[in-house]
């Protein structure tokens, strides 16, 4: 917490003001936006999409339930709990880049899903929402970026239902030896220069390697989801640590 | 658990994909718009859950609600499933179980196994008209060909087990070996009719 009384926070490796890093994360997902889904299947190999549908089966929502998918993104996630909830659930996008949140809503339009989907773009320290509101809430691949982590845990704790569960799907440290190693190599090396091919920008793809490493592990996380009041905490390695689901109920 | 989640991604493409070939899939979907269904197979105990919009099926592994119909089959039960007339029979024997609206399986059933797909048409956007036809006229000649030579195989080998091996009785010999014992039946109700006659 250090970092905290100084009033600077890390972004990627460097270090920068505290108020900077929304700007300059909101640069990276700015520049990405058009290409985040190519990229996504590209980089993971397909494999983010077994990720996600790892976090729906581990979601227990049902029909006519409320749903926040914060930092949707591309609404991956958002697309299929719309369906599942169907007409009389509720879901919300909310991404605090509003390129990102164009680029999902109207890849969700063209796939003929409205009526039951709301956007906005929100700031995950500081929901808009009432008290007591959500059945579930999901935050993939987005905690990394949050500036500060402990504020946005306690926002989405504010806003869940008695009863509701967080999903925190986000990378986290492998946990073999070996794997680690590839990963290393394959993030600092080959990442980037993917991203550059295919998106022109390879320092955005730098700061993602940058920030799986700065991101807390599995214990850690777990434990600052438990310090904000959540109860029942637990995580499942994918992909031997690549990604890691954290799991909270709120009673 | 993430190769659960393999095969429902593998399953959803799949069907999804077929669908978008499928001009009247759209049509039966609306039919079941919103609704979610549970199949499970007797021999793998693996419930998979059909989530079923208007916009396409999502398959799920696990759902913690309660689905509007479930159902539970065995294997075999599943290719006969495409015949409506056949479901009364299937759950009277006991191959198939269904919780919830019976008329929910049938246009289940109806919207997995009944696809209506040109392909020829969808080929020769790709490939041309002409090479198109050719290509779907072939294949449908070399199906009709197999069929045929299967057909053929199964008469030869018949034949064989039948005539030349004598593994097996012809039909003819059938008949007359069943005319020879319903004779005896014959004789022997009237002997004991006779016998019961004289130890009076």
Known sequence: MSEKQENTTHFGFKTVEEDKKVELVADVFHSVAAKYDVMNDVLSMGIHRVWKRFTIDCSGIRKGQKVLDLAGGTGDLTAKFSRIVGQEGHVVLADINDSMLKVGRSKLRDLGIEGNVEYVQANAEELPFPDNHFDLVTIAFGLRNVTDKDKALASIYRVLKPGGRLLVLEFSKPIYKPVSKFYDFYSFNILPKLGKLIANDSESYQYLAESIRMHPDQETLKQMMADVGFEGTEFFNLSAGIVALHRGYKY | ?200
């Open chain 2, 1 to 200: 658990m993430p190769l659960d989640n393999l095969v429902c991604g593998l399953l959803e493409t799949g069907v999804n994909k077929l669908h978008q070939l499928d001009t009247s899939a759209k049509q039966k979907r609306k039919a079941l718009d919103g609704t979610i269904i549970g199949v499970s197979l007797k021999e793998l105990n693996k419930p998979l859950y059909f989530v079923i919009s208007h916009q396409q099926i999502d398959v799920l592994s696990r759902y913690d609600g309660k689905a509007d119909c479930f159902i539970r089959l065995n294997f075999l039960a599943l290719l006969d499933l495409q015949d409506n007339s056949q479901l009364t029979g299937l759950i009277k024997n006991g191959q198939l179980e269904v919780d919830g609206d019976i008329k929910m399986v049938q246009q289940f059933a109806l919207l997995l196994t009944e696809m209506d797909i040109d392909w020829e048409e969808h080929l020769s956007s790709k490939v041309g008209d002409l090479l198109a036809h050719k290509l779907v006229y072939h294949a449908k000649q070399c199906k009709k060909q197999l069929f045929k030579q299967s057909n053929k195989a199964k008469m030869q080998l018949a034949e064989v087990i039948t005539e030349e091996l004598k593994l097996a009785p012809g039909p003819l010999e059938v008949a007359y070996f069943c005319d020879q014992v319903s004779d005896i039946e014959k004789q022997v109700s009237a002997l004991e009719k006779r016998l019961s006659h004289y130890s009076k």
